[in-house]
């Protein structure tokens, strides 16, 4: 699945460790989905389209 997450988390200026706090994961959690190495999970994406002030549908594209 790829993602904008990166985009917008820089739009808004935060860093990877300051998304991870807020949303209760690791950096590391945060760089693997950016780096699209993992899925999150719908709980997560919905709470990080919330932080990054867009849709789930925006920041995330199913591979075609």
């Known amino acids: 699945?790829?993602?904008?997450?990166?985009?917008y988390r820089k739009?808004?200026?935060f860093r990877q460790e300051d998304?991870?706090?807020l949303l209760g994961v690791t950096r590391q959690?945060?760089?693997?989905?950016?780096n699209e190495?993992?899925?999150?999970?719908?709980?997560l994406a919905m709470k990080t389209?919330?932080?990054l002030e867009?849709?789930?549908e925006e920041?995330?594209?199913l591979d075609e």
């Open 11 to 13: 739009k808004l200026g």
């Open 49 to 51: 389209a919330k932080l």
């Open 54 to 56: 867009t849709t789930v």
């Open 1 to 7: 699945m790829k993602n904008k997450i990166r985009e």
């Open 29 to 34: 959690t945060i760089n693997a989905i950016e």
């Open 37 to 43: 190495k993992y899925n999150p999970t719908l709980q």
């Open 19 to 21: 998304m991870a706090i």
């Open 59 to 61: 920041l995330f594209t």
